[in-house]
């Protein structure tokens, strides 16, 4: 368990002082343009951008992907995170809790919901540990940690052949995830870490009984990259430089999504760094969009700079919609007002 806990550590650690941003991928958003509209025919103060997630309201439709936990320098950024998100109508996701599920001295780094008392809370855990012993018990243990309102298995294959002490068998997960679903009583999501989920995928997901997808594209995060900075051996390194430009841009992920699973309920996240952004990934099909690394800095300077972040964010979600005539975010997620501009990258 101490090195789970100084895992976590280092990945802080490194997200904040090192360069890893998925190398010559963008998220793909860059293509896409609001055709602006100069007569909007709407009142700034009228726009509307409440929804609900997990059968609770959100002010806003972001929420604060799973980010960390089990140190004690995660405690105070997840009660941050947390009591900022109840604040201001975000949703919340906690990082894996198995260390805590593992290591009761670790868990109060994951008591969040007496800051946060009212807005969804999703707890999380890597689902390759279903081949690693846990199962309903576990997640069931999970959701109770956090009373949460919704558990997500996140899909980090990559991250873990690159990671020393990675878990590696993937497989037969689909099938596990399935019957998760069914013994479950609350809602089951899944999502990536940062290199994307195809839409043939996202159906198969779907089909099995999840409630919710996050794409969690490229353009953001690498964890080939985190890993790659702690890894000791030099060949690891030399191969996960290899694999700079490894994903599928978030863009990419939520188009082919939605078109392969028109009901789905669809998260995008994945090198989201400002509002417009997020207006642009809720025009391409997604239900909510979710901020990571980008909240990991202010969060640790403070409640204040946070709280001044997401004001912004919001602000610029709303200054989008203004700018081309969406009142709510049904006519966002309706409008013609995106375009492509720039054809699809070649793929070898």
């Not at 576990?138 to 990675?166: K, T, W």
């Amino acid at each position: 368990m101490e090195s789970i806990s100084q895992r976590k550590k280092d990945h802080i650690q490194i997200c904040l002082t090192q360069n890893v941003q998925s190398a010559g991928n963008t998220t793909g958003l860059e293509a896409y343009r609001f055709i602006p509209e100069a007569l909007p025919e709407i009142d700034f103060e009228s726009i509307h951008t409440e929804t609900r997630f997990l059968h609770k309201p959100l002010k806003v439709p972001f929420i604060v992907s799973s980010m960390t936990g089990g140190t004690t320098e995660a405690l105070q950024i997840n009660r941050t995170l947390a009591s900022a998100a109840e604040a201001r109508g975000w949703g919340f996701g906690i990082g894996s809790v198995r260390a805590a599920l593992e290591n009761p001295e670790v868990r109060s780094s994951f008591i969040v919901r007496d800051v946060a008392p009212t807005v969804p809370i999703f707890t999380n855990l890597g689902a390759v540990q279903l081949n690693y012993g846990y199962g309903v018990e576990q997640c069931r243990a999970a959701l109770e940690l956090l009373q949460a309102d919704g558990i997500v298995l996140h899909l980090n294959s990559m991250q873990e052949i690159f990671q020393p002490e990675g878990d590696t068998n993937f497989s037969g997960l689909l099938e596990k995830i399935r019957v998760l679903c069914t013994q479950l009583e609350a809602p089951v999501g899944i999502k990536e870490v940062g290199f994307g989920i195809h839409g043939e995928l996202a159906a198969k997901l779907y089909e099995a009984g999840v409630a919710f997808v996050d794409v969690a594209g490229a353009g953001g995060t690498s964890w080939i990259e985190v890993e790659k900075h702690r890894a000791k051996d030099p060949q690891l390194q030399l191969a996960a430089d290899t694999f700079a430009e490894w994903g599928l841009p978030t863009a990419d992920c939520i188009v082919q999504a939605r078109a392969c699973s028109p009901n789905g309920f669809l998260i995008a996240s994945g090198g989201i760094h400002n509002g417009l952004h997020a207006a642009k990934t809720l025009a391409l099909g997604a239900d909510l969009c979710g901020f990571g690394r980008r909240l990991l800095e202010p969060a640790i300077e403070g409640e204040a700079a946070l709280d001044k972040l997401m004001a912004r964010l919001e602000f610029e979600l709303k200054a989008a919609m203004f700018g081309i005539g969406c009142k709510s975010l049904a006519e966002l997620k309706g409008t013609s007002k995106l375009v492509r501009t720039a054809p699809p990258p070649a793929r070898a």
